[in-house]
């Protein structure tokens, strides 16, 4: 059948359009059979006399359109209908810079000679763990109940019943707040790229944690801020250089992540959260505390947040429903202070308008109907039992040269390496082996140290965790041989 | 059944949350019937012995939940099921200030004494006219083919399919582009963020229309730069004193709304447009092009876009499905030339990551199943319709000396009153008369002329039409014999 297809060159349309629309016809009339293997790229290239890309292109295409799926190292196969469950995907990360995104997607090309990707590089969930039944349940019934209202314009504050729900949700995590203080955001993102625009001003400082999560750095270097990057410890920020530096400048605000931080998974202990909170009074400082995970924790553990403790007006509470429910919302809210209203609204304004007021009255459904705490609980459970493999997997393969913490809950692991291995380099073998990590050095701003990794247990079984750390064990077993090798050899040059 | 309400003042739930959860909860068992009104706020602020604005809280969230309607001038009424569309609501503008937007909102409360509002203050279509049964079944089928994918991560570009989708859509408006040329952005507003945090560093300059969409003006200063506008004419901007700007200064980019532009209704002649390609090509210029309502052309008037004539990769489009779909949808594109891709992609990442992917993927299905095609027809119809009864009723009732251009498309009609009638005034007096209506001085940004005032036809029927413009020309008419008086009163003071 694919020997009827036939481009043409003299067309307006590109030819990577022509193939596809040609593929998509076979099979849509079943002229190309479910499971069938399309020819490989370099072969139907050749046979058409056309570039590599403009197959991969129309192969992607399909692919998007769930036509067609992936086994890497077998090929392109024809889908099955509703087969998009068994579909491969390598999901990007929000954490990691654009840069590294391409360069990941690029990279997937080499994938050759394993069976199925195992992605330690991404913290978001996958769509198996989605709560699709329930919600698509709803967005009928608020189609039903509301038709065309969902579509109009929001008000650019959010939409007030959802800001109540959230203002009771919150409650169970210790933080009173009144629902004018609620400002929904479209993501996270969002919410800290608002508050950059608030606060920030060209040569302002802004302070942050070592390492941190780059999408903030990014927009903090866009407002063209003053960035000073302060050590994090194993109990949360190092206070000691903190207090130095205040001493030095007056920051704009504090970018932090109390709990379960990003990328190390650490979370302050209670004390260095009243202790910044204490210095936040004394100096006159504003913090920004971004919450992703805190509701994703594994034991008995402080998850307090800064803004649950008597914060005085002075934390700005950032909390993503990526991590904890679909990335796909881009939904997130923030608390603030009465004094800043105004000025965060009018930032809301001129970044989107309003965030989709649809997907907000479905998440308001979903709290008022309390299926939020099944979902919240199935979530923690499936975590935990991956979060436990991750550890035994780690305790049992890995030399231990390598150092890392246990943290009491969230998706991360933070690995440090033995020196001059780097993180860089770990992670492109491990591409080739069919495994994939975030390279430590990313998340720094300053002082970068390349002997970093961030695991993160969201996108993996527990299958896939047991053999995909055996196989990064043996890999960083084999540098430390190689690089005891290159020492040997320094030392005996002379024999 | 009010009786039985009790607040309980020594609780921690505000007081407007009790209240509005014991009227949810005697509406929700039929203790109060459909369409029963309920107490006036003063009265019943008065006899519960709290705040004015704890009725109104109360009363605002029950009817974002659709379970009372207001009837202004009349009272708050308890709702029968799927009442929706009955339901009177003020649809914020996009184009108007947030600050406007605030005290429109206030202002909201001061009408009392009219049945209906007549709104010509907003540019955005009313719920009336989304296709929402089209919509549901697309959302459904989407929901069963991708399931959890719909909710995933999504690529920053934007889904392929879509692209392609709009791709093709572009090419009936003579645009041809790549699908790696357009970038998913979430409403157009976004574009305009995402563009100036690409382009605009501080001090740096940006040309702009005068008047022009202050959602951008806030934008541009938000970062900073320095703002230069141009008089519009009624064939385009000012092109001499374009020049005259351009030999003293080259900016960045210029931000112009070729047709159909916003306040004004004006459209750029052929022979402007050609111009000021030209002149991009002589001064090495970027032109961000806003295009939002060439798809509403009532007849056969001129409404190519610049993208479409050869721009020489000068040009970036934007163009939002926000006034000629939904609102709510928050989507728009820009179609980039090539060397723009990898800083945009950037500036989007930092922005929100993604566009919510469920609903580029219902797009991209209405597209393929040429349902658009209906919908901008169905659209046109109707906009033609009230445009024309617009145009009627204005020559109709307005006096002489008030100056209007009939546009050949678009939502907007900019009317120029007699100088020392101030457009903010007559705004204020006609929304106690139920009527809104933006006026002109929000839209410049310097320069401001106080006689100016916007009328829109999105969300107002024929018979509004004539009815609103009829006590308008009124109110103007009664200004101007004000004005008269007082100037019989200046030249007579020595009788």
Redesign the interface.
Known sequence: MIESIQLDKSS?K?LY?QLYLQLRDLIEASKLKEHTKLPPIRKLSKSLGVNNVTIVNAY??LE???LVYKKVGSGTFVAAQ?L??D?E?I????EVY?DE?TKFIEEREEIEDVEKLINFA?A?P?????P?TP??RL??KV??????????????QG???LR?SISEYIKRYNI?S??DEIQIV??A??GI?ILA?TFL??GDTVFVERPTYP?AI??FK?R?ANIIDIPMKRDGIDIEVLEAELSKEKPKFLYLMPNYQNPTGYSYSQEKKERILELAKEHDLLIIEDDCLSDLNYGNSNNLSLKSLSDNGRVIYIKSFSKIF?????LAFLIIPERYFNDI???K???????????QRVLDLYFREEIWEDQISKLRQTYQKRYKAMINALHKYLPQRVKFTTPAGGLNLWLELPENISGKKLHQKALKLGINIAPGEVFYYSQKKENRVRLSIAAVTGEQIERGVKSLAKLIEDELDEESYHWDNSIMPLV
């Open positions: 307006s590109h359009i992607n295409l998007e359109e769930n509703n998009v469950e579909r995907d999901y990007l990360d929000e654009i995104d991404t978001a996958t769509p198996d763990l989605f699709i919600f698509k967005l009928n189609l039903d109940r509301d038709r065309g209202y969902a579509f109009g314009y929001q008000k650019s939409y007030l019943p109540q009173e009144n629902i479209s993501g993102q969002q790229d625009k001003d060209y999408g990014s927009v866009s063209r679909m990335p796909g919302l881009r609204l009018l930032s304004y001129m970044s989107d308008i309003f965030t989709d007021g649809l997907v």
